[in-house]
């Protein structure tokens, strides 16, 4: 290097650095501002408002939130209905693993090219962009005690007590509205689960067919390694989904019989923006709770995941 | 001197100028925030025209109309925390009550004057609106609870009774309508999301639902029988499952138009929908006078408009709000739609004593004039939200048979009287 390259390099690199630290930056603005405004702060202040008082009459005088420690999560914990509804919210990741089997499956089962295949593609996927007040009006009518279900069943000779009233029994009403999840979101994963499966090399399945595996042994020696991170994904997206069920549960039941399907969310929901009696701090302080929960579980699915991998490489 | 004059003759041009300017200003139309409650698009027509009027009546004063639904009550309190408040909000008498014990409200009676209220109201419309001694509240259209007795003629029959004329023999029918037509009598309110309907149910009968010093007090023996007789029936299947998850009158409605249920308690517009989904049964439908508790009371509820706190044009705020629900306006309304004006006019305008056969404008002749029996029964209680939760709760709990009524009352009544706030 002669004496000339050897002064300019150092000016030249680090001139590049700045320059290009600066278009990386320019070229993350747009995002870095909208993540900003309507990420980043919403959450900061939302977990700020969890350790405040504010809302009702505070809110109607214009006053600003008073900081109030932990009291927030203290009444939480002593409010019988918030951790029922936490509890029917950790009780429905039971649709995960469902839904995730279920969805790998069938998105194995559609990968292959047969004729018409597009069509049940597309069919699975119809739930996802249903709106969930017209899904609401149909399994209604699914649900109801002259309805489908009953019909169906009823033919079959299954229901010995007679006709059951699906959304209005404790013991029925939690299924059925996780059924309903379960349909809405089957389409979603599936659609994910295609898009892994098509990322394997055919030559392995080819392979694995000379080598005389079945198509079981295939699924689990083959699909199933190789779709690890589209499963992590997909767990890890229904997990979250799972605890912040609301919809379904507004529409069908509304949390009842005997708020055996209040969940966390619809407790958020009903603090904050219900009347005029609403709780801000309460509500952010409910769904900080709801959010550690969802945290945890992300950390245990990576977890879960990360170690199988280990144990299979 | 000179400096004198000059400054002098400086003070006079800008005071001239500032007086022009402020006359300008005066003349400088105000425009105010108007928002209704699930009024488009259906009303716009009758909505435009009153605004029109109003504005004609008042050049200085535009109104710029919104009608919000769903999110009404978030839109509201979002909209006083952005400093955009509108100035007249259609609210009813429970949001009323929340919105004024929240401090979101301006009590009316400091912006019309207080004799003008009572001579334009029936007392009882204004006192719903009542709150701390002071009226924050216009009372707008109104319905009744039991307003109209509906029923299916036919399915009367089949069971072998006629129309019942009070609540004690409806509850003494409903096991014989049902036995023997497989239709429910009818669908009583027993729950509700937002309310305690069912409260009204002992007020029908004259049951107090607060002691004199304004504790809860809805758990007397007279209390637990009243409830006792619903749980039974609904045990017993002869009052709908859904009637514990869906709003009474939407199922009642429902269940009527397909031969369901034999009888509607409730307001004319129920007729609407059943004219629209079953033309031959609305056809046949007869409408009598409502079957009241022991008490001989109607319960009811109304629309209000209130002035937000924060409006800053209060003054043509509340001169819109008298405007829309003075009785000329509130009439045009009920020729429109069978609503019951809270005007205490209303009750002898030549509209509501036409007689004819079809059933909507019978219906409509026999409850418009009755708007001084819109009455909810009982007082909004502070943290309404949490206490009417915990009622449905335990009614639900009762019917469920997971407590016996005695307990499902007490254990309500020990839970107000710890968590409502004055």
């Not at chain 1, 923006?273 to 992300?298: E, I, K, P, R």
């Not at chain 2, 049902?178 to 937002?194: E, F, H, R, S």
């Not at chain 2, 909507?360 to 009982?378: C, D, E, M, Q, Y």
Request: hydrophobic residues 45%; contains cysteine.
């Amino acid at each position: 290097m002669t004496r000339a390259q050897r002064s300019l390099t150092p000016r030249t690199r680090s001139s590049f650095s700045w320059r290009d630290t600066l278009m990386s930056y320019a070229f993350l603005a747009p995002a870095l501002i909208l993540l900003t405004l309507f990420t980043f702060y919403p959450l900061a202040y939302g977990s700020y408002l969890g350790f405040t008082e504010y809302g009702g009459a505070r809110f109607g005088q214009g006053l600003p939130p008073k900081w109030i420690g932990i009291e927030n999560f203290r009444t939480l914990f002593a409010d019988p209905l918030f951790l029922t509804s936490l509890g029917n919210s950790v009780k429905y990741l039971v649709v995960v693993p469902v839904l995730q089997l279920a969805s790998l499956a069938v998105a194995v089962l559609v990968n292959k090219n047969l004729p018409g295949m597009t069509f049940f593609r597309a069919a699975y996927y119809v739930p996802v962009v249903t709106s969930i007040s017209l899904a609401a009006v149909m399994w209604e009518w699914v649900y109801n005690k002259d309805g489908t279900l009953n019909w169906v069943l009823g033919a079959l000779h299954l229901l010995p007590n007679g006709a059951v009233g699906w959304l209005n029994g404790e013991a029925t009403a939690f299924w059925a509205v996780m059924l309903v999840t379960f349909w809405r979101g089957f389409g979603y994963y599936m659609v994910l689960y295609l898009a892994g499966l098509q990322g394997i090399p055919e030559e392995l399945e080819e392979a694995a067919v000379l080598d005389g595996a079945s198509a079981w042994q295939r699924f689990w020696q083959i699909t199933v390694p190789m779709m690890k991170p589209t499963i992590l994904l997909c767990s890890l997206l229904s997990t979250i989904a799972a605890l912040r069920v609301l919809e379904e549960v507004l529409v069908l039941t509304n949390g009842g019989p005997l708020n055996s399907t209040y969940t966390a969310l619809m407790y958020v929901y009903s603090k904050a923006f219900q009347g005029f009696n609403f709780d801000y701090g309460l509500a952010s302080a409910a769904g900080l709770v709801v959010a550690v929960v969802a945290l945890a579980l992300s950390v245990a699915n990576f977890r879960l995941f990360r170690e199988s991998d280990g144990e299979g490489t | 001197m000179k400096y004198a004059l000059r400054l002098l003759t400086l003070g006079l041009a800008f005071s001239a100028t500032s007086g022009h300017l402020s006359t300008a200003a005066a003349q400088q139309p105000v425009e105010i925030q108007f928002w209704t409650w699930y009024l488009s698009p259906k009303f716009d027509p009758y909505i435009k025209t009153t605004i029109a009027a109003f504005e004609k009546a008042n050049p200085t004063i535009k109104v710029k109309w919104f009608d919000k639904q769903a999110t009404m009550v978030q839109d509201f309190i979002a909209s006083v925390n952005m400093g955009g408040a509108p100035d007249v909000v259609n609210l009813n008498i429970d949001e009323t009550a929340k919105a004024a014990q929240n401090g979101f409200l301006r009590a009316v009676d400091g912006l019309t004057a207080p004799a003008t209220l009572k001579t334009t109201f029936y007392p009882q419309t204004l006192r719903n609106f009542t709150i701390g001694g002071k009226v924050y509240g216009y009372p707008w259209y109104g319905s009744l609870n039991e307003g109209v007795l509906l029923y299916n003629p036919d399915l009367l029959k089949k069971a072998g009774v006629s129309a019942p004329r009070n609540m004690t023999e409806m509850l003494n029918m409903v096991k014989a309508v049902k036995d023997k037509t497989g239709a429910y009598a009818w669908v009583p309110a027993l729950k509700d999301p937002g309310g305690a309907s069912f409260l009204g149910y002992f007020f029908s009968d004259g049951l107090p639902i607060y002691n004199a010093s304004g504790q809860a007090a809805f758990n007397s023996p007279a209390h637990i029988a009243l409830l006792q007789r619903y749980v039974d029936l609904f045990k017993g299947g002869y009052l709908p499952e859904d009637a514990l998850r869906k709003e009474a009158f939407q199922l009642a409605t429902e269940l009527y138009a397909q031969n369901k249920v034999a009888m509607i308690v409730g307001g004319p517009q129920a007729l609407n929908r059943i004219k629209d989904s079953n033309p031959s049964l609305y056809a046949k439908t007869v409408v009598t006078t409502a079957p009241l508790g022991k008490a001989g009371v109607q319960t009811g509820t109304s629309m209000g408009m209130v002035i937000p706190t924060a409006s800053k044009h209060p003054a043509e705020a509340a001169k819109l709000a008298a405007f829309f629900t003075n009785n000329v306006n509130q009439m045009e309304f009920a020729k429109i739609v069978p609503i019951v004006p809270t005007t205490a006019a209303a009750q002898n305008d030549p509209y509501f004593k036409k007689v004819s056969a079809d059933p909507i404008a019978k219906a409509t002749s026999l409850v418009g004039a009755s708007g001084r029996f819109i009455n909810p029964g009982f007082k909004v209680p502070g943290n309404s939200d949490d206490l009417y939760k915990n009622f449905s709760d335990n009614i639900e709990a009762a019917m469920l048979g997971k407590k016996t009524p005695a307990q499902a009352l007490n254990d309500t009544v020990s839970y107000w009287n710890t968590n409502m706030k004055k």
